[in-house]
């Protein structure tokens, strides 16, 4: 399935409308400055762009669902697995890779070779515990609770914070709805 | 000139790397209403907006003239054009129409048919005042300035405000540096 669904994530981002990487880079980088402002512990800075990552998740599954071409999800490791090879390739032009699946396909890591948001971002001292791209959290949340599956999401490595990987941890906490039959054919 | 950048615009925005214009949307949506928390007043988000803009203009001009191919622009009239023709059409996809220019070729509107930041915008009737995408106008403002032109960037007409249009009038204030001399060849 996974050569499958790259192809279908190549064709996905290829037919997408499409804007420079740079002015969404820039403008994310406007939204962190400025929550850095209104807030003071680098906590409440991550929980912000989390939750802001999760209403553009919930939103952001519209146009994936009725643009993507992806297949179909039976499960909860079908529909991680198109988030990371169909989703990421098509809204942020990069791939997610998934690993170390637990026995019980329940928790598993999408791996980044680079994150698309953290461009030429430094973080100063004093910002040592933020997690930059932390929005991305929220949108696969927001995304994936939109598909039946409540989760949790979080940085397990972060290459701005000195790491040699960027790695979200993802855990099913719950499955919301009963996926509805398949079509009948 | 004019069909000229045009083709240049074209050229500039299929080789610049991109991402799905949606997450932009979606970001610059999170960005908006965070001011909107901040700021009761809606000439304040206005500012704000144009703040951003203006820091992101004085970065971005690197990547526009890095990568482009725009040529060199030997005065202000020459400057907007390529901004409105290559530039626009470089980081949002779509090129600006100019218009209006005065005889003293110190101002002009930018016209464009839609405004990327403004999909799926509507705007509650409390914040009728604000220029949601007003971060264009500041975009302008902080580019030009980086090549010498010290200029009033805002919006004339704005579509989400019931206009028929999406315009910015461009007002040079000042020409703070000579251009270099043309390289020798």
Not at 130 to 152: D, F, P, Q, T
Request: aromatic share 8%; hydrophobic share 40%.
């Amino acid at each position: 399935m996974s050569r499958n669904l790259t192809k279908i994530g190549d064709a996905a981002y290829a037919k997408s409308e499409k804007i420079n990487a740079e002015l969404l880079t820039l403008t994310y980088g406007a939204l962190v400055a400025q929550l850095v402002k209104d807030y003071e512990a680098t906590d409440e800075i991550n929980e912000q762009l989390e939750k802001m990552g999760y209403n553009i998740g919930q939103r952001i599954i519209d146009e994936f669902l009725a643009k993507s071409g992806a297949p179909r999800c039976g499960n909860f490791k079908e529909s991680v697995e198109t988030c990371a090879k169909v989703g990421f390739r098509m809204f942020l032009g990069v791939a997610a890779q998934t690993q170390d699946w637990t026995e019980a396909e329940t928790e598993v890591t999408l791996a980044m070779d680079s994150a698309p948001l953290c461009n030429f971002v430094e973080l100063p001292e004093q910002y040592a515990g933020l997690h930059y791209a932390n929005l991305l959290c929220g949108v696969v949340r927001g995304s994936l609770e939109m598909v039946g599956y409540k989760v949790e999401c979080a940085f397990a490595k972060d290459a701005l914070m000195g790491d040699e990987a960027n790695e979200i941890r993802v855990s099913l906490i719950e499955v919301i709805n009963e996926q509805p039959p398949a079509d009948d054919d």
